[in-house]
């Protein structure tokens, strides 16, 4: 049995180049792979290789937890924050 998660299936790791510490909204594990990466994982998901797409997502708020690790990646939280409007 095979699995992925919807972020693999819709993000690359071009996202962690957004400046002014935006691209930190996406470093989770495992990290996100090239565009070219998805290709493959949609092949085995249209062909019965992966059987599953589901998530163990566990959000944090940018403000206050994500930006942690602007000074330091110690305690820095490995999940995509709760994006919302300022």
Sequence with gaps: MAETCPQYLL???KYYLEPDFQGAKYVMSP??????SQEELWKGIAGGA???V???HCPYNYKGQKDLGREALTGYPMA???LRPE
């Design 11 to 13: 993000l690359s790791d």
């Design 80 to 82: 995509v924050p709760v």
């Design 31 to 36: 990290p996100l792979r090239p565009w070219e």
């Design 50 to 52: 992966i059987q599953v």
């Design 54 to 56: 589901a998530t163990d």
